[in-house]
């Protein structure tokens, strides 16, 4: 799932501060299962915007509604009425969400509530972990199922580096050194045979490096 | 000028706060007249949300009253209230309304008189504290 | 003029490098004043490369000013603040000025450093990076383009004796050993017993292996070692005979153990060199050298 948390709320009010008729909007599928733009907190985002509004002397109408899925068009055209009477939109879903009502709804201005961090899950409640950056060409047959580029803080593909210790990274000593991850997982298998070899350096043109990333599929084309 | 009389609105737990405030009243102690209980099954139901509506209609202060630590008949109710009213605190401070004019107290329920004196200790800090921002505009 | 440095490493003497740090700025006085001190007391000076993330004068400048200076200089590279092109371009260009010595790491993370929210690159490992320097040697690029002209490095890297999951940190060792790294500087060894332990391990490797010594200071610095470095652990009786020392007497305290340690890994033998540094008081290496 796509990960998210709410930008500060004096953030998010700066953004709409000049507008009378605000819709804020959620998105029913990740940020609502990482508890920062489902249902919910569209509701207690709108409240604190109310009142931090209000504090400035200001009371402009702030509209709420949450959809199933802000990426996909479907869905998103759900909200072209409310949409249209309204001067801005703030979404709270993630970056795609955001983007999507932005290319649907042309002529209004839409805002984001979260800052979308990375793609994960909840490793327990209320901790969300980064295990995926799309690089586009999937190493994980080779690392044991760990992530070098998403769980090592330098995305080093050969081995851990001189900062690791007691399973930690030295970038936080709360959190744990992915390739000592890989490493313990490849030798509980009985594959470490698998990393003896030299990494060559990755190909990087089926990540961001070669603009963004589009798929075309005529075979399932309408 | 008359003194400021600040409304608070206290969300209390009906297996140990509502009966202490019965006990409060049984024993001839009054709640404060400003204080509008609002009655929960527990105070794990406390969302962040109703917290912030207290506000948003106008409450000076808020309390959520559970059970004292451990007693919770829905386990953890209270402990999850204890967490959603830190990050409340935290929101209110963020908006400017100030995260001081909301507390959570524990009690179990035969504390009548205990129930009284913290419906007045909260009165008294917002009182300190003056009317919610969110009023004088 | 200074030796080559592949030359002492083949020579069978023990061999002494040391470091040098360039400095925040312009102001390259001081630095030329340590380089004017060691150049001809050592046999390599090794120069950091934004160590510990923090944004100076580059390796390679003052590598070039080593080699005004008659000394031999050994690059530092870490694979943080460059990506390929600019690695191979800056490799080329030290083999241009002179440079034939390279040591790469994988560089600390940026944000233990003064750029905290700048973008780091590690599109290189410290492994593949030994092994780019192998591929410039045989006249080509890591994209597999012919270069007019290819460099000669000795190719160096590093290891952590006294790491605290070994086998992990074994395997990264074979696999720079592998990629052609031909000598080794350690991570700061203060307890001998763990750098015999990885020599027995190392030994069967055709590479030369220089003992990381960085002088203690104070008590204070070997505990802050110890919180704060990761593979790098400086025991208690180290401590206990620094914090013995009068105060005002716990440089020279450390010079003494630095010193001892230096002799022991040569009388006994542990290490075929050792690597001496430091940070800012490079005056205090020549008496140390003074012991060999
Ligand atoms: S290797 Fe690439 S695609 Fe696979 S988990 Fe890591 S970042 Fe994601
Ligand atoms: S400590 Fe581990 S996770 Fe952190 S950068 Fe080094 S190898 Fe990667």
Redesign the pocket.
């Known amino acids: 799932m796509i990960i998210a948390e709410q930008k500060p709320i004096q953030e998010i009010k700066s953004m709409i501060a000049g507008y009378q008729k605000v819709l804020v909007v959620g998105c029913g599928t990740c940020v609502t299962v990482c508890m920062a733009g489902g249902e919910k907190e569209v509701g207690i985002i709108a409240s604190t915007l109310r009142m931090a509004l209000k504090l400035d002397g200001k009371e402009p109408e702030v509209i709420e509604d949450c959809i199933r899925r802000q990426c996909e068009w479907e869905f998103v055209d759900e909200l072209k009425e409310k949409i249209e009477g309204v001067d801005a939109v703030l979404s709270t879903a993630c970056g795609v969400g955001v983007q999507a009502l932005a290319e649907r709804f042309g002529d209004k201005p839409v805002y984001p509530a979260l800052n979308t961090t990375s793609m994960g899950m909840p490793k327990e409640h209320g901790f969300w972990i980064e295990t995926c950056r799309g690089c586009g060409d999937c190493g994980l047959g080779k690392f044991g199922g760990v992530c070098p580029i998403a ?4 995305g ?1 593909l050969n ?7 007691d399973g ?4 936080d000593k709360e ?6 991850l890989i490493y313990e997982r490849l030798n509980s298998l009985g594959q470490l045979d698998q990393i003896e070899d030299i990494v060559q350096p990755k190909d990087w043109s089926t990540d961001r490096d070669k603009g963004q990333r589009r798929i075309i599929r005529e075979d399932v084309k309408v | 000028m008359a003194e400021f009389e600040p409304k608070l609105i206290a969300f209390c737990c009906s297996n140990c706060a509502t009966s202490a405030a019965n006990v409060c009243e049984a024993i001839g102690l009054s709640t404060p007249g400003n204080v509008d209980v609002v009655r929960i099954p527990c105070t794990g139901r406390v969302d962040i949300l109703h917290l912030l509506k207290a506000f948003e209609i106008g409450a000076d202060g808020a309390y959520v009253a559970g059970c004292s630590d451990g007693n919770c008949q829905f386990r953890d109710g209270n402990i999850k209230a204890k967490r959603r009213v830190a990050r409340a605190k935290k929101l209110l401070d963020e908006v400017g309304v100030g995260g001081d004019r909301l507390e959570m107290y524990n009690m179990s329920a035969s504390m009548g008189p205990e129930f009284a004196k913290m419906a007045r200790k909260m009165t008294e800090r917002i009182r300190e504290l003056g009317p919610s921002p969110l009023r004088k505009k | 003029m200074a030796r080559p440095f592949k030359e002492i490493l083949s020579s069978g003497e023990f061999v002494v490098t040391s470091e040098i740090g360039p400095p925040k700025g312009t102001n390259i006085e001081k630095m030329v004043h340590h380089i004017e001190l060691l150049s001809d007391k050592v046999h390599g000076l090794n120069v950091t490369d934004n160590q510990s993330s923090v944004m100076r004068l580059s390796s390679l400048a003052a590598c070039h000013i080593i080699k005004d200076n008659g000394g031999e200089p050994i690059l530092q590279m870490t694979c943080r603040d460059r990506n390929r092109m600019a690695l191979q371009s800056d490799l080329i260009s030290a083999h241009v000025l002179g440079i034939h010595n390279v040591l790469c790491l ?1 560089g600390d ?1 940026i944000s233990l450093g003064d750029h905290k929210g700048g973008k780091q690159v590690f599109d290189l490992d410290s492994v593949q990076l030994v092994a780019t320097v192998k591929a410039l040697e045989q006249g080509k690029d890591i994209g597999g383009n012919e270069l007019d002209g290819a460099v000669e490095f000795c190719v160096g890297a590093t290891a952590t004796p006294e790491a605290d999951r070994m086998d992990s940190q074994l395997l990264k060792f074979r696999k720079k050993v592998k990629a052609g790294a031909k000598f080794f500087q350690t991570q700061a060894v203060y307890d001998m017993d763990m750098l015999k332990k990885f020599m027995e391990y190392a030994r069967q490797f055709e590479v030369k292996i220089l003992a990381g010594i960085l002088v203690l200071i104070s008590p204070g610095m070997a505990k802050y070692l110890n919180a704060n470095v ?1 593979g790098v652990t400086v025991p208690q009786e180290l401590i206990n005979e620094m914090a013995g020392a009068e105060k005002g007497k716990r440089l020279q305290k450390g010079i003494e153990i630095a010193t001892r340690q230096i002799k022991q890994i040569k009388e006994e033998n542990i290490c075929p060199g050792v690597h001496i540094m430091a940070i800012g008081k490079e005056e205090i290496v020549p008496e140390i050298l003074a012991c060999l």
């Not at chain 1, 930690?168 to 970038?171: A, G, I, L, P, S």
């Not at chain 1, 959190?175 to 000592?180: A, I, K, N």
């Open positions: 769980r090592c803080s330098k080093l081995g851990p580096c001189g900062g690791s210790q930690k990274c030295e970038v959190m744990d050194c992915g390739w000592q | 994988t993370h990761a």
